[in-house]
């Protein structure tokens, strides 16, 4: 599975910014789609996710700013940032993986967001 991002960018703070990625190759079985972000110096965290059966997670501390969606038929996941903060500055990694298997992921997205 090849996966790609989009929709990256530099956003004032307050602003909202919506990510996208696109799945090709052997998508039969991406049971998972989400997406991961790393900031300068921390580790890579789960940000969000949304399962073929449309069950979703969102880390607690963004929800209300933070939701996510899913085309199965696109094969694409979606993310759309609002009130995004300063905080909210890191590469943005979407993944999908199957049931069982490894994960693929996508090269990731800059999002920078300006106080």
């Given at each position: 599975v090849q996966l790609v991002e989009s929709g990256g960018g530099l956003?004032?703070?307050?602003?909202?910014?919506?990510?996208?990625?696109?799945?090709?190759?052997?998508?039969?079985?991406?049971y998972a789609m989400g997406w991961y972000r790393q900031a300068?110096?921390?580790?890579?965290?789960?940000?969000a996710q949304v399962t073929s059966e449309g069950r979703i997670f969102i880390a607690e501390y963004l929800k209300g700013r933070f939701t996510i969606s899913r085309d199965n038929a696109k094969n694409t996941v979606y993310l759309q940032m609002?009130?995004?903060?300063?905080e909210d500055?890191?590469?943005?990694?979407?993944y999908s993986?199957?049931?069982?298997?490894s994960t693929n992921w996508g090269p990731g997205t800059q999002v920078t967001v300006s106080s």
């Open positions: 956003v004032q703070a307050g602003g909202s910014l919506g990510l996208s990625c696109a799945a090709a190759g052997s998508t039969e079985n991406m300068p110096g921390k580790q890579r965290e789960l940000v609002n009130s995004l903060e300063p500055t890191a590469v943005y990694y979407c993986r199957p049931r069982i298997g």
